[in-house]
């Protein structure tokens, strides 16, 4: 008769079997529309949710990652499972940027969380070139609204896709770093790893 830890291990490997056949089932089926996988990074353990579009979320622990979840089951659809298959290219990406290996992690994107200004704002964040900055007024004034630079920090605020859009290259006209979803610490290092 094996031991507990014998037992253990193959109850775990049952279930991860049921867990990839449920995965497998619901890509097939249509029925999947957020997939989401955990990764490690520099900066602590990442969220990263896709639909079937594109990236849909990053998330910083910080931020929760249950409330994160629910807040997609809202926004998105119900239909949410962890399937870290469904993200290699996307965790490839987020490995080869944080390895210094890409400058840009170039992914389908789905967008849908944000519209409107906050969306012009994302939209405009890939040009600002790996390793250097603009400020929050140089965003404001290149998407035509110079007068709108706390709404540039606020959309920047509400970037879905941290790291991939680079709203960690916005700083504050005096060159200081300003706020970011992950912390001021995480902004430092991105910018630094950037800086290297």
């Known amino acids: 008769m094996p031991d507990l830890p014998q037992r253990l291990a193959a109850a775990s490997a049952d279930v991860s079997r049921l867990r990839d056949g449920l995965v497998d089932a619901a890509v097939l089926d249509g029925s999947l529309d957020v997939a989401y996988r955990i990764v490690d990074s520099p900066l602590g353990s990442l969220l990263l949710a896709r639909t079937p579009v594109g990236l849909v979320r990053v998330a910083f622990a910080l931020e929760g990652f249950d409330t994160v979840l629910s807040e997609l089951a809202a926004a998105v659809s119900p239909r949410i499972l962890e399937a ?15 390895s210094g290996e890409m400058q840009t992690i170039d992914l389908p994107l ?19 070139a790996y390793g250097r900055t603009a400020s929050y007024a140089d965003i404001a004034a290149a998407i ?3 007068k709108a630079v706390r709404a540039v920090g606020s959309a920047c605020g509400h970037n879905p896709v941290p790291i991939v859009v ?27 790893l950037e800086a290297t």
């Open 84 to 98: 870290p298959g469904q993200l290699e290219a996307e965790a490839r990406g987020v490995d080869q940027y944080f």
């Open 144 to 146: 035509g609204r110079p």
């Open 166 to 192: 680079p709203c960690h290259r916005v700083v504050r006209s005096d060159g200081s770093i300003g706020q970011y979803l992950g912390g001021t610490e995480a902004k430092r290092v991105l910018l630094a």
């Open 110 to 128: 789905d967008l849908r969380l944000i519209d409107g200004f906050r969306r012009a704002v994302i939209e405009h964040l890939p040009s600002i």
